[in-house]
């Protein structure tokens, strides 16, 4: 192992050792610990919680940075001629058809990006051997393959970058030069970081953003604590759309289970088609009030750790919980603990409703008891009519009020 020179001994010792800094503070340290005489490129690498292996967890995307990427991209448009006018006004480096086909199969490949149109694409499969290996390959995901040719070339050249998460779950991407100013060196980031968000796999269960390192050629890594850069925004949108999509959700605490516990849980969720999302109770609130509807009376649940379980049918996660906490020792805490639950548009505050939500029947269930009692022999029906509960008129009641 080579040994460190003065800048990097001097560079190393500002950062310090198991610190997770703010995006803030990691965008301009790495100012500070790049000594490269040159304009060196920052850049970042997030490793994802998602198995790339499945094609349902594969997270590939594009983003504009807003400060652009600092270098000159060299752009080739493969297009036809009717189209050459309009990607040479738009900045395009090289513009032509057959002549750079021709060109790239002797293996000439001095381009960051080719654009190029849909109609043409079968011409350019036959390069998929020279350019597949270097990334430069025209995919209609990133954007390079479009009839829009203009657009795409000034998108490019002003800062647009395509990403993919590689084999080993992480995605590595330049977000801009060390000459930029801290400030856009953060904003980049945080637009960077901010797409892989959005781009979420439904089929990735647990943490998503495992670490994020900030670094500049040559530099060590920064860890970044991934909490300084979640949109909240973007956060308290995503957490709307799924209380409206579920009728029924239940406040949970999960706290005390250790990880073999929390693992099994979410096996047993994810069977039961019950959709587990641990949430901070202030972003659970706005959610909340983005929806028709007053929740206010679970606002006293909102304290603690806060797990909340979605479902479609109204005792699914009751069931679970009972299911989940039947072994639990005698004077050990009983978790996952009901806090709370907005059950067929009703409210169940505390530990001591789980056995009736376990009871709840759902509409198809109750549907099913009138059509049994109606299938029934006369007397039947009759006694039920005459019993205490009536219960033909109580199921229909509670149909009438679902």
């Not at 490949?109 to 051997?129: H, Q």
């Amino acid at each position: 192992m080579s040994k460190l020179t003065k800048n990097q001994k001097l560079a190393l010792g500002k950062i310090e050792a198991g610190k997770a800094y703010t995006l803030k503070e990691a965008s301009a340290l790495v100012k500070e610990i790049t000594t490269t005489k040159f304009d060196a490129s920052v850049d970042v690498d997030v490793r994802l919680g998602v198995d790339p292996r499945k094609a349902n967890q594969m997270v590939r995307g594009v983003v504009s940075l807003p400060h652009g990427t600092g270098k000159q991209v060299r752009v080739l448009a493969l297009c036809t001629p009717d189209k050459e006018a309009e990607a040479t006004a738009a900045g395009a480096d090289y513009v032509g058809l057959d002549e750079y086909i021709e060109k790239i199969k002797g293996g000439w490949t001095d381009i960051d990006v080719i654009i190029t149109m849909p109609s043409i694409m079968g011409k350019i499969g036959a390069l998929g051997r020279v350019l597949g290996p270097r990334g430069l390959m025209p995919n209609p995901k990133s954007g390079t393959v479009t009839n829009e040719i203009g657009n795409a070339v000034k998108e490019v050249k002003q800062g647009k970058i395509d990403f993919k998460v590689d084999k080993s779950g992480i995605v590595h991407t330049s977000i801009g030069k060390i000459s930029f100013n801290s400030d856009q060196i953060r904003d980049n980031a945080k637009e960077f970081i901010s797409t892989l968000l959005k781009l979420k796999p439904s089929a990735a269960k647990g943490t998503y953003i495992k670490s994020i390192y900030l670094s500049s050629t040559m530099s060590a890594g920064i860890k970044i604590d991934p909490k300084s850069v979640e949109d909240k925004g973007l956060i308290i949108g995503q957490l709307t759309e799924i209380v409206k999509e579920y009728p029924n959700f239940y406040l949970t605490d999960i706290e005390a289970l250790d990880a073999e516990k929390t693992s099994k849980l979410r096996r047993e969720c994810f069977k039961k088609e019950i959709k587990l999302v641990v949430v901070k109770n202030n972003l659970l609130k706005k959610a909340l009030e983005n929806v028709e509807g007053d929740f206010s009376p679970l606002q006293v649940a909102m304290k603690g750790n806060t797990a909340v379980m979605f479902s479609q049918t109204a005792n699914a996660p009751a069931r679970l919980i009972k299911e989940f906490t039947k072994d639990a020792k005698k004077d050990a805490p009983v978790k996952p603990e009901l806090k709370a639950a907005y059950v067929q548009e009703s409210f169940y505050i505390g530990a001591e409703n789980l056995e009736a939500l376990v009871n709840i029947k759902s509409k198809n269930e109750l549907i099913g008891d009138v059509i049994m009692l109606l299938q029934s022999p006369a007397k039947n029906v009759i006694s039920a009519l005459q019993s205490s509960g009536q219960t033909i008129h109580g199921l229909l009641k509670t149909l009438e009020e679902r």
